[in-house]
């Protein structure tokens, strides 16, 4: 499984950005990507990777608090697609973001990076205050 991160870039202090993370590969098909746990998580300069949400199969989703209320993540199966929409950013959601994906996530380590094998590039937002 490929992940290619986009959608990252400038915003104003109370703005909004939308992340894009598709997926492609060799046998990938519609049905296996149903079957894809998705997260993004988000890294600053000196800091540890976070968690900042997830979308896994049959439309569970779960967020840090940090962005509770202010960041959706939703996905289209048929486009092998997740989205992450930030509105109401503020500076300290200044990150680089990736999305991060796998079959194989259990429940209770949704939240954990190093459960996810397969990862993007990392798509730059930066929030001015």
């Known amino acids: 499984v490929q992940l290619q991160a986009s959608g990252g870039g400038l915003a104003q202090a109370g703005g909004s950005l939308r992340l894009v993370c598709a997926a492609s590969?060799?046998?990938?098909?519609?049905?296996?990507?149903?079957?894809?746990?998705v997260a993004w998580f988000r890294q600053s300069p000196g800091k540890e990777r976070d968690f900042v949400a997830v979308?896994?199969?049959?439309?569970?989703?779960a967020y840090a608090d940090s962005v509770k209320g202010r960041f959706t993540i939703s996905r289209d199966n048929a486009k092998n697609t997740v989205y992450l929409q930030m509105n109401s950013l503020k500076p300290e959601d200044t990150a680089v973001y990736y999305c991060a994906a796998d079959f194989g996530v259990i429940t209770s380590s949704l939240r954990v990076s190093r459960q996810y094998d397969y990862w993007g590039q990392g798509t730059q937002v930066t929030v001015s205050s």
């Open positions: 590969g060799g046998t990938f098909t519609g049905r296996t990507f149903r079957g894809l746990t």
């Open positions: 979308t896994g199969r049959g439309g569970m989703t």
